[in-house]
């Protein structure tokens, strides 16, 4: 039996290489030889720091009999859900007709040309709690494709057709922005959800839900209030680590006890832009503390050789030599460094680093941490360098500098192309802002809508199951979310409207359902609010050529605590005319004035008189900013 799995860039893929099951990859030939056979398809998605995938490989992957009963009625597929995010999207909407419990591992049972006719989770190896085993799965699907075949085809054919015309429907809604009115609604259903006993929104399970806490922090007054409440009780609690700083993936419990002690990079890169927003908002220590560890657990523990971000760390690890979930985070810090610390998932995505990119970015400025700015920029340096082609098309993933055959997704696209104008901004350095603007062009048709450049994942087109527009956001934005506020960010730079308007677009069609489920939009939510207030654009412009973190004259030092500003550039003079070069409007003409650092803020590109005077700028930003006092 062939080993497909072991030289696979996922190390999730790599980790069930010994199975005596016959994996194959995602790929064609995975339904070829199904169709040759005529034998349905499992196709199994997980990730590498996913507990139940890593119990259900124990259980019945890794056993030989419940193998063999797999090789000889199957072709069996393992997808890393990271890796394939769109295969994911698709084939959990699919397995959204078969069971509302939705999670991983998922397992779909899909015919030779890919159509969904059953799916479900963690099976477990013996029948349990109304739970049928995995090996009685298996026998009802090869009864069902031996003695039912015509009404599995129709019954698969049926949710094609249903998911294929629901993509279609969203694709054509669209509805008008929401007004601030409707806004507003939006946060007072948050706040009616929040757990006013521990903090969070309703009961258990517990999620850090990042997207959602942005939004809120864009609301003066009740929706600032309740994002840095709930921020203030998350960093005091089990959720995080505080020996490494970072946080695990979300809490078992109500109280944000029993975590789940996987920690991912998109979480705490989230995680630290709004502990640093908290901090600029309120200047209160706990919020600096917080966000200074989670950084230090970013470049500590997450950083890779090459500069780039490991995706995950994972929830397992041996102590003492025995195999535990979380053990290695009970112990104390001289006792871990005796200690082998969970294995990280060494795969580079694209998207998430461009996450972590903007994060430290924003953190190195607003502490005022050059190293962090530095750090942000050899992860950009490393994701250009390795996943950005010739022809401006990115790649989704790499380890140790092998790339990965998988498409990059309008994700990867939005968050990067936003990471690299959180760093040009940041550091002065047009490239950055130049690159990330390519990004966004590529995506754009001629209509201004949002594709990825050079389609979606071939197998899926070809199986017509490609998801074109997925607007779910959980843990982090979504595409669309995503590439949106890069859009409006690049309109407020350049000052051309194509670009505002391709994100008015885009959440033109989430519009409709967006402000009604808040708490699953928080990211879509946050860019309407950007697009329905007016731009606030600050450039300050010093006479220095050092870097933009040294600052002896006070001016940067007066704005590193605000947030009331929609685009901030930090440039010298010689930057500034580089970017204006390059056709960023709102740098054009702005020079330091009398040897001294000046910033010139605007509205919507009407910009007030450069002023040389910390403290009046400091007074004019504070206006744009509503009370952050913690309720």
């Avoid at 590529?442 to 209509?447: F, H, K, N, Y």
Wanted: glycine content about 8%; hydrophobic content about 45%; aromatic content about 8%.
């Amino acid at each position: 039996m062939p080993n497909r799995l072991a030289t696979a860039i996922s190390p999730y893929l790599r980790s069930h290489a010994d199975n005596p099951v016959d994996w194959y990859g995602w790929g064609p030939e995975a339904f070829a030889e199904a169709a040759r056979r005529d034998v349905p398809v499992l196709v199994s998605i997980g990730y590498s720091t996913c507990h139940w995938c890593h119990v259900m490989a124990r259980e019945s992957f890794s056993d030989p009999a419940l193998a063999e009963y797999l090789n000889d009625n199957f072709v069996s597929i393992k997808v890393d859900r990271e890796e394939h995010p769109d295969v994911d999207a698709s084939y959990l909407a699919a397995a959204s007709a078969f069971t509302a419990e939705l999670g991983w591992p998922l397992n779909v049972f899909v015919t030779p040309t890919g159509q969904a006719f059953f799916a479900g989770t963690y099976f477990p190896p013996r029948p349990m709690q109304g739970h049928p085993a995995f090996r009685q799965v298996l026998d009802a699907v090869v009864e069902t494709w031996a003695t039912q075949r015509e009404a599995v085809l129709a019954s698969a054919d049926q949710i094609a057709t249903a998911l294929a015309e629901a993509a279609a429907q969203l694709g054509a809604s669209s509805a008008p922005l929401p007004t601030d009115e409707e806004l507003q609604n939006a946060v007072s259903e948050l706040v009616a959800y929040e757990d006013t006993t521990h903090g969070g929104f309703d009961g258990a399970p517990k999620f850090p839900v990042a997207p959602t806490l942005g939004f809120l922090l864009q609301h003066p007054g009740s929706g600032q209030q309740l994002a840095l409440r709930t921020l203030k009780r998350m960093g005091a609690s089990p959720l995080r680590d505080p020996v490494e700083g970072g946080f695990f993936r979300y809490a078992v419990r109500a109280d944000w006890s029993e975590p789940h002690y996987e920690r991912m990079l998109y979480d705490n890169a989230q995680l630290l832009d709004l502990y640093t927003r908290a901090w600029q908002l309120t200047g209160d220590q706990w919020a600096r503390i917080v966000a200074t560890g989670v950084a230090r657990f970013l470049t500590e523990v997450m950083r890779l050789p090459g500069g780039g971000f490991a995706s995950a760390q994972d929830s397992e690890s041996a102590v003492n030599g025995q195999r535990t979930e979380g053990g290695y985070y009970a112990l104390e810090a001289e006792d871990r460094a005796e200690q082998t610390p969970p294995a990280r998932d060494e795969k580079v995505l694209t998207g998430w680093n461009g996450l972590a990119i903007g994060a430290l970015a924003n953190a190195g400025f607003a502490f005022a941490d050059a190293a962090l700015i530095d750090a942000a920029s050899a992860a950009a340096d490393f994701v250009l360098e390795h996943h950005l082609g010739s022809d401006q098309q990115l790649a989704r993933a790499s380890i140790d500098n092998r790339l990965s055959s998988a498409r990059a997704t309008l994700e990867d696209y939005g968050m990067f192309a936003n990471g690299l104008l959180d760093l040009a901004m940041a550091t002065g350095q047009v490239h950055y802002a130049d690159t990330a603007r390519s990004l966004v062009d590529s995506t754009l048709d001629a209509d201004l809508r949002f594709r990825v450049p050079g389609g979606a994942d071939p197998i899926l087109a070809a199986q017509g199951l490609a998801v074109q527009i997925d607007p779910s956001e959980g843990a982090y934005p979504s595409g669309i979310s995503a590439t949106a506020d890069a859009a409006r960010r690049l309109f407020e730079l350049t000052g051309e409207r194509r670009y505002r308007e391709a994100a008015e677009r885009a959440m033109s069609v989430l519009a409709p359902f967006a402000p009604e489920r808040p708490l699953a939009f928080g990211a879509a939510l946050a860019v309407m609010t950007q697009l329905t207030e007016p731009g606030r654009q600050l450039v300050v412009v010093s006479p220095d050529a050092g870097s933009a973190v040294s600052d002896p004259h006070g001016l940067v030092a007066s704005i590193r605590m605000s947030v009331g500003v929609t685009v901030r550039v930090i440039v010298t003079d010689a930057q500034a005319a580089l970017w204006a070069d390059a056709g960023f409007e709102l740098c054009a003409g702005r020079t330091s004035l009398r040897g001294l650092p000046t910033a010139y803020l605007c509205h919507d590109f009407v910009c007030r008189l450069p002023v040389t005077d910390p403290d009046g700028l400091a007074r004019g930003l504070a206006t744009a900013v509503g009370d952050s006092t913690i309720e």
